[in-house]
């Protein structure tokens, strides 16, 4: 896969447009690498922002038309629309995104004074779960920002991108996504709790380990995937808890006060779905304790761990990522891997010594273009700063 270099965008920009783009910013993707599914059951996440992301190149216009471009959908040609009318438009299709998030800052009482024109080029494959969607949320937050000197803070803007995608988009998504690229630091994890949007940031320490995304090049799309499914099944199992439980969400409860409290759930699925979010939830918390401690064994255990409830508990994996973290767990030199994000398809991660990743890519990947009968795809992801503009 070709990595993006921002003069590449503005390249594209001036033979889109004609002229040269006066400004160039990037946005990173996310991997989270434990707490999945925890987000929108009141627990903890533990994602980081990649090296891999979106570049945007931008060129102001005196009128309040606005002009985009990505070279990733090609085939759109470039989207057309006017500040006046920011309405969702299903033919706008990866357009509504950035459109949503300008919508939403103006709704939140901000002025965007003029149109523009915008072509946008990234390194982040489509609908691989390292969240192309919320890095286009905050790229576009990240220069309405700048342009228009709007002042508003980073922790807004991440709120704005979530509500862009239940209210505009229409998945009920939590706010990791948007909180991980939007705040992200360098060799940095954030871990959050979703309750309160408290967070710190833990030094993301690997030794001579490298973090490997595995893509199983299966697309997924949220609004079309079980994800509304499974969060609604933990809603209901959260509700016949709180019969007897004075809890606001399953990441209230510890293993031991689930356990001794499931019989209230009384059904097989909805017990399993919300043990994975309990369960998922303390790992999360002791993966945090593991990168502290710099126990890398025991932060590869819980990331294992977390794919085998994502697995069975939760049922979101599917036979391509369990082919690649199955595989993973079997080479030489690897802590632990597992799926990432919503699942479905998407990308895995594994923790791999240095030395061993040219192995370890060519043996998991024979095993999987075997099994699966189309090759996967292998990034190495460093953790970086988020969105912000390149001068």
Known sequence: MKFMI????????????????????????????????????????????????????????????????SANVADQGIVTFSLDDLAYDKADGWANYPKGMMAEIINQGHQIGHGFDLAINGNLPDAAGLSSSAAIELLTGEIMNDVFSLNIKELDLVKYGKLVENNFIGVNSGIMDQFAIG???????????????DYDYVPVKLGHNVIVIMNTKKHRQ??????????????????????????????????????????????DVLIRRARHAVFENQRTLQAKKALVDNDLQQFGKLINASHISLHYDFEVTGKELDTLAETAWKQPGVIGARMTGAGFGGCAIAIVDRDKVDA????????????????????????????????
């Open 360 to 391: 370890f890519k060519e043996n998991v990947g024979k095993v999987y273009e075997k099994t699966i009968g189309h090759p996967a795809e292998f990034y190495i992801a460093e953790v970086s700063d988020g969105p912000r503009e390149i001068k």
């Open 183 to 197: 705040m992200g630091k360098k060799d940095q994890a954030v871990l959050l709790d979703t309750n309160t949007l």
């Open 6 to 69: 921002s003069e590449d965008v503005q390249t594209e920009f001036k033979q889109k447009f004609g002229y040269d783009s006066s400004r160039v910013f990037f946005s990173p993707g996310r991997i989270n690498l434990i707490g999945e599914y925890t987000d929108f059951n009141g627990g903890h996440v533990f994602p980081c922002a990649i090296s891999m992301g979106i570049y945007a190149a931008y060129g102001e216009r005196n009128d309040d038309k606005v002009r985009m471009y």
């Open 222 to 267: 949220l609004q079309d995937s079980k994800y509304n499914e499974r969060r609604s099944q933990c809603e209901e199992a959260l509700k016949r808890l709180q019969t007897k439980l004075d809890i606001n969400s399953l990441g209230d409860l510890t293993e031991t006060e689930f356990d001794e409290n499931s019989y209230l759930i009384n059904d």
